[in-house]
Each structure stands twice: as structure tokens, then as C-alpha cells.
T-cell receptor, first 110, second 113 residues
Framework: GEDVEQSLFLSVREGDSSVINCTYT??????LYWYKQEPGAGLQLLTY?????DMKQDQRLTVLLNKKDKHLSLRIADTQTGDSAIYFC??????????FGTGTSLTVIP | DTAVSQTPKYLVTQMGNDKSIKCEQN?????MYWYKQDSKKFLKIMFS???????INETVPNRFSPKSPDKAHLNLHINSLELGDSAVYFC????????????FGPGTRLTVL
């Protein structure tokens, strides 16, 4: 199966930018996603990018996709304490297949 | 008007019991999924299902079975519960498969004693 890897932990100071990284092995995916999971809650879709795009910006969120290196990143500008959560990257393929990363726990220090 | 809902939110039961978790989506989606999230927060797909095809993750024990009374519901039935089944189970749905975005339910925390 597909391998999607993320760093497990990231700590940043409030107001700084956060960059969460994701690497994958199968580049035939159609869409790539970022989900946020707050404590005790379900996954919330933050943003997604079509696999033929390089970048997508949505308010404080910037998604960068480097297909050559099979690397996806999520940058959160002006990180707030409310951004503390676990962030999952995910890939989708034809045939109802989704693969999720291992999740990155983001801690924002006031 | 919750898009994807699950019941119960918490489920505590004894080893060996049989239990079901219900999932409903009001998005009109064609495909539904079940995921298991373990204590380390790793998320693994268990099943994906539409009215034509059930795709099972081969690592899922056959004690787990999805049951779909209609397109808006995909329930998860678990027989002979084991301690290792303790986890949070998430239901999700998407319009189609593949590239379509999945929308997740709030999760059901299952604890097996």
C-alpha cells in the first residue's frame, strides 16, 4: 500500500508561521488533502489541492506541492493557540482509495 | 443539520460482546467509509462502500462487518469484541470515490473492558 509520512510533533510560538510536512511514495494520486483534528473531535477538512497544481492559498493557509520530490506542505501564517491540533495529510486515488498520513501534533505556545 | 453523524459517541462494553455503531449522512453521497484511529492517532481505513461495491481492507478481522440498510447509512457491526478493538471509529462519506473529498463524522470512542 501507499506510504504517507509526517513528523509526529511540531511546536511553534504564537504569531509565528508553522510548516507541516508530508511525504508520500505514490505520485498517481488525484487530490491531496489537509485535515485538522482537535482533541476529542472528528477530522475537519482544511483544504485540498489537485495533483497538477503547485500551490494553493486560502487565507492563512498555504499548500505547496512538489510532485517531483513527492512532498506536500501546509503553512499556517500567524499561528494561533486555536490552531493547536493534529494535522493529517491524505491522498486520494481512483477506486475509493484514500491514504492518510501518520498525523502531526501541532502545539502553539502562547 | 449535521452532515455525517454517528451514534453512540461513547461505547463501553465487555470483551466477547457484539456491538454496532451507526452512521448516517445527509449529504446525498454515494460512498461511505469506516476508519479506525488507534491510541497513537494513526488512522486506518477499514471499509469503503457504495451501492455497488464493498472494498475491505484485508487487515480487518472478519469480526467486523459493515451493513448498509440504504444509501444514507453504513453501520459497523463488531462480533466477539476484543481488548485490541478499543479505539475511536470514524465514519466518512464522499460523493463518489477516488478524488472526491471525504467528510467525517465526530467519531465513536469504543472501550472494551
Amino acid at each position: 500500500g501507499e506510504d504517507v509520512e509526517q513528523s509526529l510533533f511540531l511546536s511553534v510560538r504564537e504569531g509565528d508561521s508553522s510548516v507541516i510536512n508530508c511525504t508520500y511514495t505514490d505520485s498517481s494520486s488525484t487530490y491531496l488533502y489537509w485535515y485538522k483534528q482537535e482533541p476529542g473531535a472528528g477530522l475537519q477538512l482544511l483544504t485540498y489541492i489537485f495533483s497538477n497544481m503547485d500551490m494553493k492559498q486560502d487565507q492563512r493557509l498555504t499548500v505547496l506541492l512538489n510532485k517531483k520530490d513527492k512532498h506536500l506542505s501546509l503553512r499556517i501564517a500567524d499561528t494561533q493557540t486555536g490552531d493547536s491540533a493534529i494535522y493529517f495529510c491524505a491522498e486520494s486515488f481512483t477506486g475509493n482509495q484514500f491514504y492518510f498520513g501518520t498525523g502531526t501534533s501541532l502545539t502553539v505556545i502562547p | 443539520d449535521t452532515a455525517v453523524s454517528q451514534t453512540p459517541k461513547y461505547l463501553v462494553t465487555q470483551m466477547g460482546n457484539d456491538k454496532s455503531i451507526k452512521c448516517e449522512q445527509n449529504l446525498g453521497h454515494d460512498t461511505m467509509y469506516w476508519y479506525k484511529q488507534d491510541s497513537k492517532k494513526f488512522l486506518k481505513i477499514m471499509f469503503s462502500y457504495n451501492n455497488k461495491e464493498l472494498i475491505i481492507n484485508e487487515t480487518v478481522p472478519n469480526r467486523f462487518s459493515p451493513k448498509s440498510p440504504d444509501k444514507a447509512h453504513l453501520n459497523l457491526h463488531i462480533n466477539s469484541l476484543e481488548l485490541g478493538d478499543s479505539a475511536v471509529y470514524f465514519c466518512a462519506s464522499s460523493q463518489g470515490g477516488g478524488s472526491d473529498t471525504q467528510y467525517f463524522g465526530p467519531g465513536t470512542r469504543l472501550t472494551v473492558l
